[in-house]
């Protein structure tokens, strides 16, 4: 089996660059995404603790299983930890044995910034002009500009964090990426100026991040940061009034903002919209809302990006004998007891 | 984090002593199903091959989480692999940081085998003469044997397998432990010769291991080899007529010997039997069945009892900085394409 620890993952990226990275995960992303039949699919299994969630993703094709270990506790932040850190695995489906484990706390943060790339594609508004807006500059935040640059004719990023050193921190990452720059005072001074508004922030409530009347006709939301039960960051009028794409709707609509509508009839799921654009806007006006709440299928597609990066640069990860390997199958036992040099 | 290959688990099994694992294994277990109700528990998550099952396990108390990831793939054997092999997680509630990541292979033997001889202490028919019955001798086998003798009076051990070289090396490995040895030429004999009988087989099929017409008034039938869809090892009629014991009745009516029979109404969960053994017979001839399946709590126990060894042994794991080190957690973009040496 193939280990890399986080350091592992990162030397992985850096040797490899980030932006040949996005790349490759996009078009790794729109491949899976077009054969979405194939997979064996399932709402994600979370545990809830008063500080937060720990969830499991397993997803499967017919060849590879993959499953992801993420937690979210957003008061970690204080302690100086991560909110969001995972871990993923792929094994061969035909006999059950891990080929590859990683850490995915980068990955996850790439994957879901690779996401909103691929539906500003084909969903953002008729005639933009290149504007994105986000609200929210925490952890997730560089990732989704440096994903929508890979696909996406971005001209300026405006954005608002109530944390003024998050915006400083995010300013200071983008300015290496040569965009213009529009640090704004509101969420609503964000929705005024950009196509495409990106919802990210991490407080777990019912937030009402954005008033409708600050919005365009048009405009594409893509609300990120709603995706566990209790937390979500659009009024439910607001969601109401678009037209909603969502990853996998049995998960969104336990996770999502959906959890607030049940009775929301304007849903239609990514690989719909992917294969067919013209359902996400009955008229150039509609507001569109991606309702991303992070879905196995896309863990899936990061890990199968990570082994195939792995061919060419080997070097990054640790081999190990994970499983005991044995040299008669049926004697578990002897392999055990015995000084057996073989394991 | 700490990180246990197989190798360093049985390292760490060495060290201790497998005798002293198992007792320890065997007080986890009665202390975890005596509090059964503080526990997070769901049924396991599977993914059907047609090879095999690629499965995860949660589980949870107010404060730790773990989660097993296990195959089963009977033909796994003709290639020299493990039809099962596993491994686990332990993270802490409070912020889902992974402390402790293992190969399971040898702990989901050991964990199953404790809870067989868990079962027999409360479960073996009044009178009896301490004598198991194995109808199996795969990898399984030899930890049913070893645990049992931590705990019941065992004066015998009668055995069958379809694969003659299985028996060898169970009576080769078996030999070591000092018990009287009763090889057999059927299943018939084995259940006639024993007051406990074990089945533990790998055929994914509905198997018929146990005519009726064999067993004794009162026996004890610990079914260890159904344990999916698909997969049973016992008549419908049999299952019928016994009392049956169960870790966690959602899960066994979907992957024990009761998926044959969803009306069966003489069930009783483990530690109802555990905290009140009156409720196992109504009768000293009742035939009792644990219908064993393996229950994520038995792995939450499991990870609880390698985590203690290792405060003892801490030169048998790894230290990874598994998770990013970041010196700002809102900046894991700068965390990962600087060269900065927190990382």
């Known amino acids: 089996m193939q280990l890399l620890d986080a350091a592992q993952v990162k030397q992985l990226i850096q040797t490899v660059g980030l932006p040949t990275v996005l790349t490759q995960m996009i078009e790794r992303l729109r491949y899976d995404f077009s054969r979405w039949d194939v997979f064996d699919k399932s709402p994600r299994h979370a545990v809830y603790h008063p500080q937060g969630v720990l969830e499991l993703m397993p997803c499967a094709d017919d060849q590879m299983y993959t499953f992801k270990y993420v937690n979210g506790h957003p008061k970690n932040t204080e302690a100086g930890r991560l909110c969001v850190a995972a871990f993923g695995m792929l094994a061969d489906q035909r006999n059950g044995y891990p080929l590859l484990m990683c850490d995915m706390t980068w990955l996850t943060a790439i994957r879901t910034a690779c996401m909103v790339a691929l539906v500003a ?86 937030n009402r991040l954005i008033d409708p009347a600050w919005l365009h006709p ?87 990006v990570i082994e195939a990066l792995l061919k060419a640069h080997p070097e990054c990860a640790t081999v190990l004998e994970w499983v005991p390997n044995v040299m008669d199958p049926k004697d578990l036992y002897g392999a055990l007891v015995q000084d057996t040099p073989d394991v």
Chains 1, 2 share one sequence.
Request: charged share 20%; glycine share 6%; aromatic share 6%.
């Open 121 to 206: 594609e084909v969903a953002s508004p008729a005639h933009h002009q290149g504007r994105l807006g986000l609200i929210g500059t925490g952890a997730q935040a560089e990732f989704i500009v440096a994903a929508m640059q890979r696909v996406w004719p971005l001209s300026c990023c405006a954005y608002f964090d109530i944390d003024a050193s998050a915006m400083e921190k995010f300013s200071k990452n983008i300015n290496q990426m040569k965009i213009d720059l529009h640090p704004c005072d509101s969420a609503q001074a964000v929705c005024e100026a950009s196509d495409v508004v990106v919802t990210l922030t991490a407080a777990k409530q019912h």
């Open 218 to 304: 048009g405009q594409l939301i893509c609300a990120l940061g709603g995706d566990c039960p209790e937390k979500t960051e659009l009024d439910v009028d607001l969601v109401q009034q678009c037209r909603v794409l969502v990853e996998y709707a049995p998960q969104t609509r336990l996770e999502g903002e959906l959890q607030q509508c049940p009775d929301h009839d304007q849903v239609i799921e990514l690989h719909q919209a992917f294969s067919d654009p013209s359902l996400i806007r009955p008229s150039e006006d509609t507001w569109v809302l991606f309702d991303s709440v992070g879905f196995a299928v896309e863990d899936f597609s990061a890990l199968r």
